[in-house]
């Protein structure tokens, strides 16, 4: 809906009474719908008539490509133009509308003849599709002046993080034809599924460039081997004051490339390598890197690494001489209560108790000694390991297969449960040898649905046959809005691509969600709300736990949106509690775009 023409002369006239300090223009979180050149009128006004427009804001609005045609011809004139704050302003776009509305916008700077110097398009689930829409940009003159580049939770993806190192590689190349390199101080992409290959290119460029003074890549699916890319990437880029790579998986091989790097930089003042799985081995490695340098260091997050007690100390020890540590952050690792009151005896020694911060999220030291003679023998395994590129993605295959393994043994099953091919022909062979009937080898037990629901999985679910649906629904008391909830939750999360779970999966949500909508003692509302708190999108007085994971619910429920038994009303009040900022939400950007652009278009 268009918003009423005296709002936006109010608008107007209060940004011509409070943003023209700074050469700034800011219709931040005005939550302007701009589809038209209509739309985009009095916008187009505020922005000719500015005169020295430095920066522009436009977070929190959603640009349609006519709107955004028409606001980029209006750019055209903006050569002072240096900071384009461009976050969150596609809210309910098709993917497909977005590169246009980006290459237009982009094209003006350029005609414009502006030198930026900061540019944010974070928080737009654009994908690989996207990067393409502001690939031309980057490789101008407009962005040889560029020193941030934000480009966080826009589910960039591999492909993405490619054409955005290749981009960023061309406009150092003309830049430095010039005489005036491209010298990028800030580099923001994290929640963008970059993984090995993506930050692999990146960190190319990166080698290149070697100005950075800030990289941000938390939650990008990197392994050892894109770590290391960039620990040499990091290695030649001597201005490094932040590195945070929290939740990415370095194991020790990651941690140890990246010690090494940290023992040349002379300038770093944070490392947040949270949630990065670089065990002891590794933790050893990056003390021994604090001990011989790093003395503006401010920060160390090694939290969440599955670090045990002696190399937790070894890393106290190596701050004693760090007069500029404000936080030393080792909660979440595996110290036990013995190991957290040596490590605060450390640090009080040195008069630096203050700077430890909570351990109250401490997994333990059991089987400390064990754990660790274990851990020997896979890293001396792993040292004798040829093809080294390939552990990561063995390890993840191997869990998943484990997973599915305790998936399918709390089912009950005969006494002596035959699992295997070579056990099946032993069994098979001894039998042949005593002249007796071999036993016949089964598949796994079938799945009834309370098993179901108890522990769900993509496989117990395909094994409830193609009666699923009927069976799951006769099963939930349909008029229970709290029971509708549970079991909506549950079968939505075994959602993945495969297309038999799938079909599966959406054939259940539909079968379940029209007997409830059709129920005349169902209350949608009711219905609506607790679904809202146990995603963790709205707060309760109750203590109820949200849950972890919110790509498969949001998912289902797009597909339910679509449906012709959802109730059209409850489209607002999810667009209300998807559309606010929300940490669950950005771990999950395409799922959220997708389902806010199916309820915009109900």
């Known amino acids: 809906m268009t918003m009423a023409s005296e709002d936006i002369s109010k608008l107007a006239e209060t940004l011509a009474k409070t943003q023209v300090g700074g050469g700034q223009l800011s219709f931040k979180g005005k939550s302007l719908k701009l589809n038209t050149a209509e739309d985009a009128q009095e916008v187009i006004q505020e922005i000719e008539e500015f005169a020295g427009l430095e920066a522009l804001r436009l977070e929190g609005n959603t640009v349609g490509v006519e709107a955004a045609r028409v606001i980029a011809k209006a750019l055209e004139k903006k050569a002072e133009l240096k900071r384009c704050h461009w976050s969150d302003m596609f809210t309910g776009r098709l993917r497909s509308e977005i590169p246009p509305a980006l290459m237009s916008l982009g094209q003006a700077l350029i005609t414009a003849g502006a030198h930026l110097v900061e540019l944010d398009l974070s928080d737009n689930a654009f994908g690989p599709d996207g990067v393409q829409g502001f690939e031309a940009l980057l490789k101008s003159s407009a962005c040889y002046t560029l020193q941030e580049l934000k480009l966080n939770n826009c589910g960039m993806g591999i492909g993405g993080g490619k054409i955005l190192a290749a981009a960023l590689t061309e406009c150092h190349r003309k830049s430095s034809e010039l005489g005036k390199p491209l010298?990028?101080?800030?580099?923001?992409?994290?929640?963008?599924?970059?993984?090995?290959?993506?930050?692999?290119?990146?960190?190319?460029?990166?080698?290149?460039?070697?100005?950075?003074?800030?990289?941000?890549?938390?939650?990008?699916?990197?392994?050892?081997?894109?770590?290391?890319?960039?620990?040499?990437?990091?290695?030649?880029?001597?201005?490094l004051r932040v590195i945070n790579l929290n939740d990415n998986t370095f194991t020790e091989k990651g941690a140890v490339a990246m010690a090494e790097t940290l023992k040349t930089l002379r300038q770093v003042e944070a490392i947040n390598f949270g949630d990065c799985l670089v065990r002891s081995k590794g933790a050893v490695a990056i003390a021994e890197a604090v001990k011989m340098g790093l003395h503006k260091l401010k920060e160390l997050n090694l939290?969440?690494?599955?670090?045990?007690?002696?190399?937790?100390?070894?890393?106290?020890?190596?701050?004693?001489?760090?007069?500029?540590?404000?936080?030393?952050d080792l909660n979440g690792n595996a110290l036990g209560e013995e190991g957290c009151e040596q490590l605060q005896e450390i640090l009080e020694g040195f008069n630096m108790a203050h700077v430890l911060a909570s351990l109250s999220d401490d997994e333990g030291d059991d089987d400390e000694e064990e754990d660790d003679g274990e851990e020997d023998e896979e890293e001396d395994e792993e040292d004798e390991e040829e093809v080294e590129e390939e552990e990561e993605e063995e390890e993840e295959e191997e869990e998943e297969e484990e997973e599915q393994q305790r998936s399918q043994e709390d089912q009950k099953s005969t006494p002596k449960k035959i699992q295997g091919t070579q056990v099946g022909v032993r069994i098979i062979a001894q039998a042949v040898e005593t002249k007796e009937p071999a036993p016949v080898i089964c598949s796994p037990p079938p799945v009834d649905v309370s098993t179901f629901l108890a522990f769900p999985s993509p496989e117990k679910l395909l094994r409830l046959g193609p009666k699923s649906p009927v069976l799951i629904t006769q099963q939930t008391d349909t008029s229970d809005p709290e029971k509708v909830v549970s079991t909506f939750l549950k079968v939505s999360s075994v959602l993945k691509d495969d297309v038999s779970v799938k079909t599966a999966v959406q054939e259940t949500i539909d079968a379940l969600m029209k007997k409830a909508f059709s129920t005349s003692t169902f209350n949608s509302d009711a219905f609506i709300t607790s679904l809202l708190v146990h995603m963790g999108l709205l707060k309760s007085e109750d203590k109820i736990k949200a849950i972890p994971n919110l790509t498969g619910p949001l998912m289902a429920l797009n597909h339910a949106a679509q449906q012709d038994y959802f109730p059209k009303s409850l489209a607002p009040v999810l667009v209300a509690f998807v559309t606010k900022p929300n940490h669950a939400l950005d771990s999950c950007p395409l799922a959220r775009h997708s389902l806010l652009q199916t309820l915009h278009q109900a």
């Open 303 to 328: 939290s969440f690494c599955e670090i045990k007690r002696d190399a937790a100390l070894v890393l106290a020890e190596a701050a004693e001489d760090k007069s500029e540590l404000e936080k030393l």
């Open 183 to 239: 010298a990028l101080k800030v580099f923001v992409a994290g929640r963008n599924r970059l993984e090995n290959d993506g930050a692999t290119a990146l960190a190319e460029a990166f080698g290149n460039i070697g100005t950075l003074e800030e990289v941000h890549m938390p939650q990008n699916g990197i392994n050892h081997p894109g770590i290391t890319a960039l620990a040499q990437a990091f290695a030649i880029s001597p201005l």
